[in-house]
């Protein structure tokens, strides 16, 4: 996990993950275009997303195609936010209810 929290921590990994989110599938050189970053810096940024395993690859042909894997984003969910969400809805589940009876 922290592997995904350091890879995620940089704009300009968020970036290459939101242009994946938008068009997976994509080459290093679709990635790069358009970016203000040099080749070999999207191939580092690249480097670490696949070891945090955000980023999956698959050859096709003599083209290595680059894949988001939200496994990991949906795991951060689960474990750091879902839990602060439960005492926020249960809260406004007994609100609710007491205001309920109070109309009664």
């Not at 040099?38 to 698959?58: D, G, S």
């Not at 083209?63 to 496994?71: C, D, I, Q, S, T």
């Amino acid at each position: 996990m922290d592997e995904v929290f350091k890879a995620l921590a940089d704009a300009s990994r968020r970036a290459l993950l939101d242009r994946l989110h938008a068009r997976n599938g994509q080459t290093l050189t679709e990635l790069c275009d358009g970016l203000a970053m040099t080749r070999q810096a999207v191939t580092k940024h690249l480097a670490i997303l696949e070891a945090a395993n955000l980023v999956t690859t698959r050859r096709h042909g003599r083209e290595k195609l680059h894949f988001l894997n939200p496994v990991p984003i949906h795991q951060i969910g689960e474990r750091w936010i879902r839990k602060f969400e439960r005492a926020k809805l249960t809260a406004l589940g007994e609100l609710k209810k007491r205001l309920e009876e109070g109309h009664e």
